[in-house]
């Protein structure tokens, strides 16, 4: 007993040494942004927008807050990081309605898009991704993990703030899907439930490698199907059936799925 308390002890002194915001704290700003950008996830409207600009500064406060209290592990300042992250919640503003639109298009039971924005947990992935990468790309440690894994907690999907998703992305179902961190996806892709695009087993030496799949643009994958590797490449217009595992490229417009035998078809070039 006595060596784990001091266990305990020299832990939670390391702990305070290296000090971050709570985890409560971040995932209240991402929240936050979200309700402010999309008043369809809560509910809670700001009509005067007077007050939706004041909303924006309060926000911004609350993002310097937070990083300040981090300040020792940053690249930069934290008021100007905060702004910095700021200037690009338009963008991401703009992706975010494309990506509803996506899975609006994408889904025949979507009656709407406010049903998307409110009750749609792919669409909630992606929200909490976008918010996450953006801050991921300032080269600010720790905190677009806690957004994303907030993101994956609630609905069972698990993208790493580190990959590069363009828009009109699609989530269908959902659940189970993971993306890894050096993962690159085009436009207008659509994923389905179970989804896995990962690394092959790789050393840890190559943890800042390429090792995770890149998916070109109109690229439908359905449901379990497995992509692994960095060198693996699906052409755009291609369609990956469900369950097909897969550590090799594919040319655009190609047809990948198991036949009834279990051996598996590519059809290449399928227009």
């Known amino acids: 007993m006595k060596k784990l308390l001091e266990d305990l002890k020299r832990r939670h002194q390391l ?28 509910g809670r409207v700001i009509a005067d927008p007077i007050l939706l600009e004041q909303y924006a500064h309060q926000l911004q406060g609350q ?3 937070l990083l300040q209290s ?12 905060s702004e910095q992250f700021m200037a690009q919640v338009p963008a991401i503003y703009d992706n975010l309605n494309k990506d509803a639109e996506a899975i609006f298009q994408g889904d ?12 749609y947990p792919g669409f909630y992935a992606i929200a909490f991704y976008r918010i996450a990468h953006a801050l991921q790309e300032l080269n ?4 677009p993990r806690l957004i994303t894994e907030q993101a ?8 790493h703030p580190g990959a590069v998703i363009a828009p009109y992305f699609c989530i269908d179902h959902g659940s189970g899907i993971v993306i890894g961190e050096t993962t690159v996806i085009g436009a207008h892709v659509k994923l389905y439930q179970g989804v896995t695009l990962g690394a092959l087993s790789i050393d ?39 369950n097909v595992w897969l550590i090799k490229s594919t040319a655009p417009f190609s047809r990948i799925y198991y036949k009834a035998d279990g051996s598996m078809n590519v059809i290449e070039n399928s227009y």
């Open 15 to 42: 702990a305070a040494a290296n000090a971050f915001p709570s985890t409560e704290a971040v995932n209240d700003f991402a929240s936050n942004l979200i309700n402010w950008l999309f008043p369809e996830h809560t």
């Open 63 to 65: 993002l310097a807050q």
């Open 70 to 81: 981090m300040q020792q592990h940053l690249p930069a300042e934290a008021i100007p990081l």
């Open 108 to 119: 025949p039971a979507a009656t709407c898009l406010y049903e998307i924005i409110r009750a």
């Open 140 to 143: 600010i440690p720790l905190l």
């Open 152 to 159: 994956h907690a609630r609905t069972g999907i698990d993208i």
């Open 204 to 242: 840890k030496s190559m943890a800042r490698s390429k090792r995770h799949p890149t998916i070109e643009e109109h690229v439908v994958i359905y449901a379990g199907a497995t992509i692994l590797g960095g060198d693996t490449i699906v052409g755009h217009h291609s369609v990956i059936g469900g």
